[in-house]
């Protein structure tokens, strides 16, 4: 059996965590991002389906989440890595400008990476309350 | 400044991996967990509440949802490993015997550990077509 060493996983992890801490989201899509990256949601809806492929569409995704939200706190705890995935534990507390609504959230993401890009994010919630 | 030093997270988390692959949940409840261990679920009830506290408690909750469900299969992705928690992805195939609904669904649970044992588990839900 033969095969390609990939970037560390646990490398990917840091920086993605580093870039989102700094706030730089876009950054981190821009730079670690494969150009395929499936991304999944818990829930779709018919503009925002729950998976969606390619690195642009996702940076439109995230794009379009920090026009509609005012982030007033954001905390990243991890990298919790493993093999070939790493997850990462983000906590939102945040404004949705059109209702006005202030909310808190948590969530985990769980990434899959593949010759030093992500290739998959998916979410799951935590909505105290919900 | 003064430290103890417990054991790695990374040996509990394999640990608990482990007993949960064979299917021996409660075995690592009562192994690896705290007697104050606190849990917390993104939905509470009534007969449920979202926190809570003690393992006697925790495996209560748990040979509930074992009476409760039949499990088809479970997938345990992980461990991924942070610093003093880590995480760990479940996929269930499970039938709910009170209503006989089957249904697949994904969790990730994140766990922290203190001296050895998880002190606190919370649960973040991903549910196909939810």
């Not at 646990?10 to 993605?16: H, I, P």
């Not at 706030?23 to 821009?30: E, F, S, V, W």
């Not at 642009?56 to 995704?61: E, G, L, V």
């Amino acid at each position: 059996m033969t095969t390609v060493t990939p970037a560390s996983t646990a490398a990917v992890a840091s920086e993605l965590v580093g870039l989102c801490r700094e706030g730089r989201n876009l950054d981190a899509i821009a730079e670690l991002y494969a150009a395929d990256i499936v991304s999944i949601e818990p829930i779709g809806s018919d503009e925002m389906p729950a998976e969606m492929h390619g690195r642009d569409a996702i940076r439109q995704k995230n794009e379009g989440w920090f026009e509609n939200n005012e982030v007033h706190a954001v905390e990243v705890a991890g990298p919790f890595v493993g093999e070939d995935q790493f997850a990462v534990r983000y906590d939102f507390d945040v404004t949705n400008r059109p209702s006005g609504q202030r909310m808190q959230m948590s969530e985990m993401a769980l990434y899959t990476v593949k010759d030093g890009k992500i290739v998959r994010e998916q979410f799951f919630y935590h909505m105290p309350g919900a």
